[in-house]
């Protein structure tokens, strides 16, 4: 079963990856996911929008550093769009779940403890039996590797939140995405440049593959006829709840105007 991991920043990635491995060793059947997985060469965008909608599984690794990042709230939404799916937000350095506010805050919390941990896994586990084909382990036998292999995760831990931010950052080369996360951040209280950044890199792709799959889901001849109403309103009203469009767009009718400029032509 697929599990998306989902990370903004350092100490959150090292986190991420220190699940991916544990999970793995846990439960064999389980194919976590970061996007440092990505293979050179792809573009990350559509890969990391392809995993979001093959996962059933979302674990947000969630730090003080991160509680309003703009690619943590798009991740969370996109997972929870789907009726059958799982997401719960994995906490750190914080602790209390009282302290997540916004959209994180209607999730289900993890504390870094135990006991927490174990539920947590205990969880995943219940979904793979759900699955089709999906292998689950047996209560006893859960708890029994869980018991051996939780010092292991405890430690790693541990040891990345002892990490000062100058060692972190020292030894840490950050990734284009992390990159492009620290612009968005900065900017985020600057409408028009964060509307300007994101035209010009990741919104006609974001756009345009929800655009996809509301055609195929509506059965409809082609993108085109996305600016037919009743379709145009729909997907507006649909795409309007997703929390990065939130940002990106003041209201619907935002939406709905740039989607008219996009596709109110003919494809030739």
């Given at each position: 079963m697929k599990?998306?991991?989902?990370?903004?920043?350092?100490?959150?990635?090292?986190?991420?990856?220190s699940l991916r491995e544990w999970l793995e060793q846990v439960i064999q059947s389980t194919e976590p996911w970061i996007s440092t997985s990505i293979e050179k060469g792809k573009k990350w965008s559509k890969e990391i929008s392809d995993?979001?909608?093959?996962?059933?599984?979302?674990?947000?690794?969630?730090t003080r550093e991160n509680l309003n990042a703009p690619w943590i709230l798009f991740e969370a939404g996109a997972i929870s769009k789907s009726s059958d799916s799982y997401v719960c937000t994995f906490l750190t350095d914080i602790s209390s779940p009282t302290e997540i506010t916004?959209?994180?805050?209607?999730?289900?919390?993890?504390r870094f403890q135990k006991d927490e941990v174990l539920k947590l896994l205990k969880t995943i586990n219940s979904r793979i039996?759900?699955?089709?084909?999906?292998?689950?382990?047996?209560?006893?036998?859960?708890?029994?590797?869980?018991?051996?292999?939780?010092?292991?995760?405890?430690?790693?831990?541990?040891?990345?939140?002892?990490v000062t931010p100058?060692?972190?950052?020292?030894?840490?080369?950050?990734?284009?995405?992390?990159?492009?996360?620290?612009?968005?951040?900065?900017?985020?209280?600057?409408?028009?440049?964060?509307?300007?950044?994101?035209?010009?890199?990741?919104?006609?792709?974001?756009?345009?593959?929800?655009?996809?799959n509301y055609v195929s889901s509506k059965g409809l001849n082609s993108e085109y006829d996305i600016v037919d109403e009743p379709n145009l309103s729909d997907f507006?009203?649909?795409?309007?709840?997703?929390?990065?469009?939130?940002?990106?767009f003041a209201n619907s009718n935002d939406l709905k105007e740039f989607v008219k400029d996009k596709y109110d032509d003919l494809p030739f």
């Open positions: 599990i998306f991991l989902s990370w903004s920043g350092n100490k959150s990635k090292l986190i991420a990856e995993r979001l909608e093959e996962s059933k599984v979302g674990i947000i690794c969630l916004g959209p994180l805050s209607s999730f289900q919390h993890t039996k759900e699955s089709k084909g999906g292998k689950s382990l047996n209560e006893k036998s859960l708890e029994d590797v869980f018991e051996i292999f939780y010092p292991k995760l405890e430690a790693k831990i541990i040891e990345i939140l002892d100058e060692q972190a950052t020292e030894n840490h080369i950050r990734s284009d995405r992390e990159l492009l996360e620290e612009i968005v951040e900065s900017q985020r209280n600057l409408k028009e440049k964060i509307n300007d950044l994101w035209t010009n890199k990741d919104i006609n792709g974001i756009v345009e593959q929800y655009v996809k507006a009203e649909k795409l309007g709840k997703n929390p990065l469009m939130r940002k990106l």
